[in-house]
């Protein structure tokens, strides 16, 4: 089993740039393929970016493309959400989930962990 922790969400400008990490605990992180969903209020949760088993493959949203940037940390348990050119529309809760798998995958109900979301807030 695995513990998934988010952090480094806050209130940016749009334009800006911000960084949110995901630790895991409880299981061998290189196991596992690593998402990044968030959900605005009022919407569906949508998938933003993931990385595979090896982190040699990566997917994105169309929306992030070009703009935002996964990556894994093996030797930390970590896997970071790279942020620029933040948009009003970026705002919402951002979860990380991980995923026995060694693919990087898109499909929320292939996620088997998931953690409780930090806040990323862009402002005008």
């Known amino acids: 089993q695995v513990q998934v922790i988010e952090s480094g969400g806050g209130l940016v400008q749009a334009g800006g740039s911000l960084r949110i990490s995901c630790a895991a605990s409880?299981?061998?992180?290189?196991?596992?393929?690593m998402g990044w969903f968030r959900q605005a209020p009022g919407k569906e949760r949508e998938f933003v970016a993931a990385i595979s088993r090896s982190g040699g493959s990566t997917d994105y949203a169309d929306s992030v493309k070009g703009r935002f940037a996964i990556s894994r940390d093996d030797a930390k348990n970590t896997v970071y959400l790279q942020m620029n050119s933040l948009k009003l529309e970026d705002t919402a809760l951002y979860y990380c989930a991980a995923a026995r798998t060694r693919f990087a995958v898109t499909i929320p109900k292939v996620f088997d962990y998931w953690g409780q979301g930090t806040q990323v807030t862009v402002s005008s």
């Open positions: 409880g299981s061998t992180f290189s196991n596992y393929a």
